[in-house]
């Protein structure tokens, strides 16, 4: 029996919550039903791959994938990579459009696999000479910010590496935020569906934590006390060099685990800086938004 899974129309990262309910429950076959969808951000894809790499990794039917009718957008996830790898993950339908994934100046890095340190290391000097241009010249940031931006990137792909049990992917966009901010954005979106914070470092912090220990807790460890699952001194400091990143140019981060949500928030964002409850999804997902200094 074949179970359908909506995509939202605008897949974001407030429509992530209700794409992660339809994912509740088990056994059957599942169709997620992207044919109606006018836009994903780069958070909403690599969730979608996500979802996909999940369901088949454990002993699932490779998912169905209905692919937009609506052929700007089935062309941007083209452009952005997505298709690439989806075509590992699900069992797609409808017209795939033939194009190659964009080294456009919107999209500064296509969706890319994270499997190992190496990867890393190629996503961050592949990323690195195209950034510097975009977060000088169309977000007005200065010089010493590409570097940190490097970092932030660095840190947020090692998460994959080092915790998730399994590969990830990341993206990286700039685009105008008319809607949210009425200002250009760079956005790092990093996904999994390996065994989330909670399970990673419940070695190191559940004992302290007891009763309390759960995927929230987990997040407020990892964000808040650097806390790692290696037990050598200065490790788990990677997010809190990511959250001084993104203070400094006014960025905001959000951490999603499990049944979790922590964020580091901006003046400009009026999420919630920690939301427990929330339907379960596997592994970990990092969003990093850095804006523009100034209205443009």
Same mark, same amino acid.
């Given at each position: 029996?074949?179970?359908?899974?909506?995509?939202?129309?605008?897949?974001?990262?407030? *429509?992530?919550?209700?794409?992660?309910?339809?994912?509740?429950?088990?056994?059957?076959?599942?169709?997620?039903?992207?044919?109606?969808?006018?836009?994903?951000? +780069?958070?909403?894809?690599?969730?979608?791959?996500?979802?996909?790499?999940?369901?088949?990794?454990?002993?699932?039917?490779? +998912?169905?994938?209905?692919?937009?009718?609506?052929?700007? #957008?089935?062309?941007?996830?083209?452009?952005?990579?997505? /298709?690439?790898?989806?075509?590992?993950?699900?069992?797609?339908?409808?017209?795939? +459009?033939?194009?190659? +994934?964009?080294?456009?100046?919107? #999209?500064?890095?296509?969706? *890319?696999?994270?499997?190992?340190?190496?990867?890393?290391?190629?996503?961050?000097?592949?990323?690195?000479?195209?950034?510097?241009?975009?977060?000088?010249?169309?977000?007005?940031?200065?010089?010493?910010?590409?570097?940190?931006?490097?970092?932030?990137?660095?840190?947020?792909?090692?998460?994959?590496?080092?915790?998730?049990?399994?590969?990830?992917?990341?993206?990286?966009?700039?685009?105008?935020?008319?809607?949210?901010?009425?200002?250009?954005?760079?956005?790092?979106?990093?996904?999994?569906?390996?065994?989330?914070?909670?399970?990673?470092?419940?070695?190191?912090?559940?004992?302290? /934590?007891?009763?309390?220990?759960?995927?929230?807790?987990?997040?407020?460890?990892?964000?808040?006390?650097?806390?790692?699952?290696?037990?050598?001194?200065?490790?788990?400091?990677?997010?809190?060099?990511? *959250?001084?990143?993104?203070?400094?140019?006014?960025?905001?981060?959000?951490?999603?685990?499990?049944?979790?949500?922590?964020?580091?928030?901006?003046?400009?964002?009026?999420?919630?800086?920690?939301?427990?409850?929330?339907?379960?999804?596997?592994?970990?997902?990092?969003?990093?938004?850095?804006?523009?200094?100034?209205?443009?």
């Amino acid at each position: 029996m074949t179970r359908v899974v909506d995509v939202p129309n605008q897949f974001d990262d407030r *429509t992530f919550d209700q794409f992660a309910k339809g994912m509740e429950g088990g056994g059957d076959r599942l169709l997620f039903d992207a044919h109606a969808t006018h836009w994903a951000s +780069p958070y909403g894809l690599v969730g979608l791959l996500a979802a996909g790499q999940h369901a088949t990794e454990n002993g699932q039917q490779r +998912p169905l994938l209905t692919v937009p009718a609506d052929r700007d #957008v089935a062309h941007y996830w083209g452009s952005a990579g997505f /298709f690439e790898q989806a075509s590992d993950w699900f069992e797609l339908h409808g017209k795939v +459009p033939r194009v190659s +994934p964009s080294h456009s100046s919107d #999209v500064l890095l296509p969706i *890319t696999p994270v499997r190992g340190s190496d990867d890393v290391h190629q996503v961050v000097e592949r990323i690195q000479e195209r950034s510097a241009a975009i977060l000088s010249g169309e977000l007005r940031l200065e010089a010493t910010a590409t570097m940190g931006f490097a970092m932030a990137l660095s840190e947020a792909c090692q998460n994959i590496v080092e915790h998730a049990g399994t590969s990830g992917w990341v993206a990286v966009q700039a685009y105008y935020w008319k809607r949210r901010l009425g200002r250009k954005v760079v956005v790092i979106a990093v996904a999994d569906a390996g065994v989330g914070f909670r399970q990673t470092l419940a070695a190191t912090q559940a004992a302290r /934590f007891g009763d309390r220990w759960n995927d929230a807790t987990a997040l407020e460890a990892a964000l808040f006390q650097g806390a790692s699952r290696f037990r050598d001194p200065g490790r788990g400091q990677g997010l809190a060099g990511i *959250t001084r990143y993104a203070n400094r140019w006014e960025g905001k981060v959000s951490l999603r685990s499990g049944t979790a949500r922590i964020a580091i928030l901006p003046s400009w964002d009026d999420d919630e800086p920690l939301v427990d409850g929330l339907p379960a999804f596997p592994g970990s997902q990092v969003l990093i938004i850095i804006p523009a200094q100034h209205a443009q």
